[in-house]
C-alpha cells in the first residue's frame, strides 16, 4: 500500500522529468545503474554470484547433484531455475508459494539460459539414461531496487562461468567446470508515457505501464523474450527495444562476464 | 515420435501448410448457459473453450479495486488434452501463460467502468497441439464481447516460429517440439502488441520479419472473430423476427 501511495505521488515527478528528458537518478535513458557482480561468495555452493545493480542486491547460488534425467532426454542433463521474493527483500512481498510474478522472473531467467544453449546439455550426462548432473540455479533476492528480472539473470550467468561440476564428490574424477558455450545477457526497458528507459528503478518499474526484456546471445541474436504488464507496445518501440537491447548486450558481456 | 528429418520440404510443411499459412479456425460464440459470455475455438487440433464471468462482486475482497474492476484470468489445461496425462491443477507454466494472457486483453477492457467488480475469464483447453495460449486469447477475447462487456476492440493471437531455418505461421505440436524457435503474439486491429514473448533463436532481421509475419495472421484472425460474432447475433435478430 504505502508502494502504490508513494507511486501515485512521484508519478507525476517522474513523468515531468521524463518530458525532460531527465531521469530522478540523472541517468540517461539508456543508462544502467551502477552493477557490480562477485562471483564465488558461497563456499559450499558449486558456483555463486552476488549481485548489486543500484538499490537492488540479490545472490545467486547453483548447486550440482546427479540424479535421473527425464525419460525424453535420456543423454542431457538437467537445468531447474528457482526464484523467490522473499519478505526479508521488500515490504510488499509475501512469504508462501511462489505468486505469478516469481514465477514469471524465474521462467525468464531460465528460458534465457536454456533456449541460448547456454550450458552445453550433452556433456552433463554421466550414463545415459541413468546419470546425469542437475544443475538448480536458485535466485536469492534481498534488496528489491527494481529490474529484478536483469539482475537475477546476470547473477545466474555469472555464477554458472564460475561453477564446477563436483566430480571428485561424487567420484568422477577431477572437477571440470560447468560446459558453456554461450554468454546470453537479459536487457530490460520499460515504457512510460511513450518513452523507453532501460534498468528501471523501483519508482520507475512500478509506475511503467510495460516492460519488455529481451535476452541476447554472443552473436547478437535473440534466444528470449517477454513483455509484461499491461500496456500494449508498438512494432517501432519493440524493435526499438530490441535495436538498444542487444546492443547493451554486447556492452555488459564484454565489461562483466568475460569466460 | 522423433524428430522428423525434414519439417517443411519443398516449401510445404509436414501438415501441408505453407510457411505463412495459418491452421484452419473453427469458432462457436455462445456455448455455455450459465456464463455471461462463452466461445468455443478451434486452431487447428487445438480445443479450447473460454467463459466470461462479470462484471460481478469480488471474491475475496481485499482483491477489489475502489477505481477499476478487476481482470482475472483462468488458464487451465485439461488433464486428457495431451500425450502424457497432465497432473491436473496449476502448475508453474499455467500460471505464467495465465497472467501474461490477461494482461494481453487488460489493455482493451474498459476497466474503469466497473469500480469494485471482477471480470473472471476462464480458459479451459481441451486439447492441446501448440498455440494453447494463442487460442485462448482469440477464444477469451470473443467471450468478453460476447458478454457485453466494453472493449476498445477485440485482440487476436497467433506464434510464428522458425522450422529449418524458415519463418513460419502458427507452429503446430510437431514444429514447435523441433522447430528452432516459437514467438506468440497478440494484438489489436490498429497493431499494438499487447502479448509478445519468444524463446529459441532468431536473428535480428528474422525477428522484424517474424513479427510482420505474425501481424498478418493477427489480422485474418480478427476477421474469423468478428464474423463468428456477427454470426451469433444476426441468428438471435432472425429468431426473434420469426417469433413474431
Redesign the interface.
Known amino acids: 500500500m504505502t508502494n502504490e501511495i508513494m507511486a501515485e505521488l512521484r508519478k507525476d515527478y517522474i513523468y515531468n522529468l521524463m518530458i525532460k528528458g531527465e531521469r530522478e537518478d540523472g541517468r540517461a535513458f539508456d543508462q544502467y545503474r551502477e552493477l557490480t557482480i562477485d562471483t564465488n561468495v558461497i563456499d559450499k555452493a558449486e558456483g555463486s554470484a552476488r549481485v548489486k545493480l543500484g538499490d537492488t542486491h540479490l545472490v545467486v547460488g547453483v548447486k550440482i547433484q546427479t540424479g535421473t534425467p527425464f525419460p525424453d532426454t535420456p543423454d542431457q542433463g538437467v537445468i531447474i531455475t528457482n526464484l523467490e521474493l522473499i519478505p526479508l527483500a521488500s515490504p510488499v512481498f509475501e512469504a508462501g508459494p511462489p505468486r505469478e510474478d516469481a514465477i514469471e522472473l524465474a521462467r525468464v531467467v531460465d528460458r534465457g539460459i536454456r533456449e541460448s544453449q547456454a550450458i552445453d546439455l550433452s556433456k552433463l550426462c554421466i550414463t545415459p539414461g541413468e546419470k546425469v548432473w542437475m544443475v538448480f540455479i536458485d535466485v536469492h533476492v534481498l534488496d528489491d531496487g527494481g529490474n529484478i528480472m536483469d539482475a537475477a539473470s546476470l547473477g545466474a550467468v555469472a555464477a554458472l562461468l564460475t561453477a564446477k561440476l563436483p566430480n571428485k564428490r561424487f567420484d568422477l574424477g577431477d572437477d571440470v567446470n560447468v560446459p558453456m558455450r554461450d554468454v546470453p545477457v537479459s536487457v530490460t526497458a520499460v515504457e512510460i508515457g511513450g518513452s523507453i528507459m532501460l534498468d528501471p528503478s523501483l519508482d520507475e518499474q512500478s509506475i511503467a505501464g510495460t516492460r519488455l526484456t529481451v535476452t541476447s546471445n554472443q552473436e547478437g541474436n535473440i534466444s528470449a523474450m517477454q513483455k509484461s504488464g499491461v500496456y500494449p507496445l508498438t512494432t517501432e518501440q519493440i524493435n526499438y527495444i530490441v535495436d538498444i537491447a542487444i546492443e547493451k548486450a554486447k556492452e555488459i558481456r564484454e565489461k562483466f562476464l568475460v569466460i | 515420435m522423433s524428430k522428423p528429418e525434414k519439417l517443411i520440404e519443398n516449401g510445404i510443411r509436414l501438415d501441408g501448410r505453407r510457411p505463412d499459412e495459418l491452421r484452419p479456425i473453427k469458432i462457436k460464440v455462445g456455448v455455455l448457459n450459465r456464463a455471461d459470455g462463452s466461445c468455443y475455438f478451434e486452431f487447428g487440433r487445438n480445443k479450447v473453450i473460454a467463459a466470461v464471468y462479470g462484471p460481478r462482486e469480488v471474491h475475496p475482497r481485499h482483491q477489489q479495486k475502489s477505481t477499476s474492476a478487476v481482470v482475472r484470468y483462468r488458464y487451465n489445461m485439461a488433464s486428457f488434452s495431451v500425450e502424457e496425462r497432465k497432473r491436473p491443477g496449476p502448475d ?2 499455467s ?2 501463460v ?3 494472457s490477461r ?1 494481453a486483453l ?2 482493451v477492457i474498459f476497466q474503469e467502468y466497473f469500480p469494485r467488480s471482477a471480470i473472471d475469464i476462464f480458459v479451459e483447453v481441451l486439447q492441446a497441439d501448440a498455440g494453447t495460449r494463442t487460442a485462448g486469447i482469440n477464444a477469451a477475447s470473443i467471450a468478453l464481447a460476447d458478454a457485453g462487456i466494453p472493449m476498445k476492440s477485440l485482440v487476436s493471437s497467433c506464434a510464428v516460429g522458425k522450422v529449418d531455418d524458415t519463418l513460419v505461421l502458427d507452429l503446430f505440436k510437431d514444429e514447435d517440439n523441433y522447430g528452432q524457435c516459437d ?1 506468440p503474439i497478440a ?2 486491429p490498429d ?14 532481421d528474422e ?2 520479419e517474424g ?2 509475419m505474425a ?1 498478418k495472421g493477427c489480422l485474418a484472425i480478427h476477421e474469423l472473430q468478428k464474423a463468428a460474432l456477427i454470426e451469433k447475433y444476426n441468428s438471435q435478430l432472425e429468431g426473434e423476427v420469426n417469433d413474431k
Open positions: 508453474r507454466r500460471i505464467e495465465s497472467k501474461v494482461e487488460e489493455p514467438m494484438m489489436t497493431g499494438n502488441i499487447t502479448l509478445i514473448q519468444m524463446d529459441g533463436h532468431l536473428t535480428r525477428f522484424t513479427l510482420e501481424k
